[in-house]
């Protein structure tokens, strides 16, 4: 079934659908940019890293194309310093983008997506109060996975660019495997222990440097994702925004779950659109494990 039989179906608010078909368009026209553009550009973002060309171009094409449609009100993304508000907007969603996520693999020709998370309104509130999310993955297919609320569901886009439906109501297994960000030698106490414990347990190992990337195997396969704080971070060095809500609202929708390790990621409100944080991201159990050990740490 394609995606906007599936999303009319289920009973999707309309608005929202109409969103969601957009950033499934756009998904087509930033895939045929992968074969055009390419190299790294001499700026740099918000953040201080160097942008990839793809990263600026892609997020152009989706700021455009949201500009053009007027179907949201409120744009922040990882590449632009502030938050745009769009001028005429027919409906008062607020969307985060992160355009390219995993971009430094793209010379490298390694799986990279792209991260929306989906807003009643203006983006600077909890996670919690998000009425969806959705992330398109290039890899060897090109895959698009939302979630509005009722359940998880993954489409793959063909040669003609539409997606079908290729998993409905997807659920995260147990599973033994653990995505560990940030370097070994900086970890806090608690975290060390954390890994430890999963690694006596068996735990493999699998991270290859695109945070959606990794997040989707775990949403598939069980295990658990993580770029904790680490030694002079206290906040890690993922994005709330961009990276952190979106994925952890998707994760919790498949029966997993998101803490910052003090508690439930989602409940956090951002102060600004460059907020960082640690990460948890993955099954119940393991999620239940890193609090239990922080709070045990008394630290
Ligand atoms: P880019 O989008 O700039 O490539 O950053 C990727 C990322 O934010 C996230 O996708 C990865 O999980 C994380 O950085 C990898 O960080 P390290 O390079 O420190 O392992």
Do not use: C
Request: charged content about 20%; overall charge negative.
């Amino acid at each position: 079934m394609e995606l906007n039989d599936f999303l009319k179906e289920k009973g999707t608010d309309e608005k929202l659908a109409q969103l969601i078909m957009l950033f499934s368009e756009q998904a087509g026209v930033i895939k045929e940019g992968f074969l055009s553009a390419r190299g790294a550009a001499d700026t740099k973002n918000v953040y201080g890293e160097t942008q990839m060309a793809l990263d600026k171009w892609a997020d152009e094409v989706l700021i455009d194309a949201l500009r053009e449609s007027r179907l949201v009100r409120w744009i922040a993304t990882e590449e632009q310093p502030d938050i745009i508000e769009v001028e005429g907007a027919i409906n008062q969603f607020g969307v985060t983008i992160d355009p390219l996520d995993g971009s430094s693999l793209i010379d490298v020709n390694l799986a990279v997506g792209t991260i929306v998370g989906l807003y009643p309104g203006h983006v600077l509130e909890p996670g919690n109060t998000m009425v969806g999310a959705l992330y398109i993955l290039y890899g060897p297919l090109t895959t698009l996975t939302y979630t509005t609320g009722t359940g998880v569901h993954e489409f793959v886009m063909g040669n003609d660019g539409r997606f079908t439906l290729m998993q409905e109501n997807l659920t995260i297994p147990e599973g033994k495997i653990y995505a560990p960000g940030a370097l070994r030698k900086d970890y806090l106490p608690y975290h060390k222990q954390f890994i430890e414990q999963l690694e006596s347990e068996g735990y493999k190992l699998r991270f290859s440097g695109s945070f959606v990337a990794d997040v989707h195997l775990i949403l598939h396969k069980g295990g658990l994702f993580t770029y904790p704080a680490f030694a002079g971070k206290d906040s890690g060095k993922l994005r709330l925004l961009f990276e952190g809500t979106p994925m952890g609202k998707m994760v919790s929708e498949a029966g997993g779950a998101i803490s910052t390790g003090r508690g439930n990621l989602l409940d956090v409100k951002p102060t600004a659109v460059s907020d960082r944080t640690p990460i948890y991201v993955g099954g119940k159990r393991e999620i239940a494990l890193i609090e239990s050990i922080v709070k045990g740490s008394g630290t």
